[in-house]
């Protein structure tokens, strides 16, 4: 159980774990490039270890302290065939960029995870990898797991993803780059940029024009030092803590930056918040930044369209701030919350309200009547670690007790959340 009780104020200087994202990519194209890959600030969340592990039985020697990880790259096709299925954990991350890679090996896998996964959409990437030529299947008709892959002989097309989605593009992309010709994938919107960025940092060439991003096969990835920066979706929780605790300010240092994922500061400056980018520069094509956030008072917005790829995981948290915002906050175009780890429009609707909090389920959404006040409460993570992360936030500004049920599934994106938040609240 976690216990948080309201807090007085939020104060100190902190940095969040690194980025769960890049930490991912970086093991994969270590693995893939020639040569070694030194990855400092890694995220030695459950998630990654899932994919360390998974590199592992397929033959790649990676070593990992804590946040130091470095991995023996063999090339593209330097993995081995695995004796033994490979566990993915409840990383959705894992387990659909790697059905891109798995596709272009000459040999067999099959990869599954935990019921988490058993339960999330993978037709969405199955679909244009058999376009290019990979035998997939799994249960109905590849649309769950566990996926069994026979890859190679790939050929490049041109695909037209309905979602914006990172894992969809981050897929194809991968699977192009060993497939003839030239693969794109366009977008309806832009998602989150990182697999082409790394690329480009490993000797990648990668062609965008506007929504379209390209790749041509036979590419090789070079080893190199990556530095990951801290995770912007974790920061958000602290952004979120200081903007409803009268009084907070914090500087969150070495956060990530990219544009296709700093939704989160768009809407907390036009909620009203005092959000400030320090120390801007770019590191392995990511751009990186220290936060000053001090408590502000908010209002209610609309937040959809193009923006919701950019904060779709910060949604949760988001909504906690809406409770303390002055007016209504409604939040649309969101249904990609509906195959997250939970349905996370219902979840974030049910935990919340038990706070005392005012919402309302749409089909792609939620609205939030603020300002509420809001009384501590009994709550499930249900398995989810951001939303457990989110009612942990709303706990301190509850009055009272809030105790948090299955936290242990924060450490899937945020060891030492909780040391964390107690570190830096005052109670009240």
Known sequence: MLRVRQAKTIQGT????????????????????????????????????????????????????????????KGWFGLTEPSERLDVGNSGTTIRLMAGIMSTQPFHVVMEGDESIAKRPMRRVIGPLRQMGAKIDGRKDGEFTPLAIRGGDLQGIA???????????SAVLLAGLQAKGVTSVMEPHLSRDHTERMLQAFGVQVVRDGLTVSVEGGQTLRGRAIQVPGDISSAAFLIAAVMIVSGSSLLIENVGVNPSRTGIIDVVKAMGGDLELLNERVVNEEPIADLLVKHSPL???????????????????????????????VIRDAEELKVKETDRIATVVSQLSRFGAHLTPTDDGMIIEGETALTGASIDSLGDHRIGMAMAIAGLCATGETVIANEVAINVSFPGFAELLERISQEG
């Not at 695909?159 to 969809?168: F, G, I, L, T």
């Not at 209002?299 to 701030?321: N, S």
């Open 159 to 169: 695909y037209p993803s309905p979602v914006a989605s990172a894992q969809v593009k």
């Open 14 to 73: 902190v940095r969040v774990p690194g980025d769960k994202s890049i930490s991912h990519r970086a093991v994969m194209f270590g693995s893939l490039a020639e040569g070694t890959t030194t990855i400092e600030g890694f995220l030695p969340g459950a998630d990654c270890l899932s994919t360390i592990s998974c590199f592992r039985r397929m033959g790649i020697e990676i070593e990992q302290a804590g946040d130091k990880v470095t991995v023996h790259g």
């Open 299 to 329: 209002h209610g917005i609309e937040i959809a369209g193009d923006i919701i790829p950019r904060l779709i995981d910060e949604i949760p948290v988001i909504a906690v701030m809406a409770t303390q915002a002055k007016g209504r906050t």
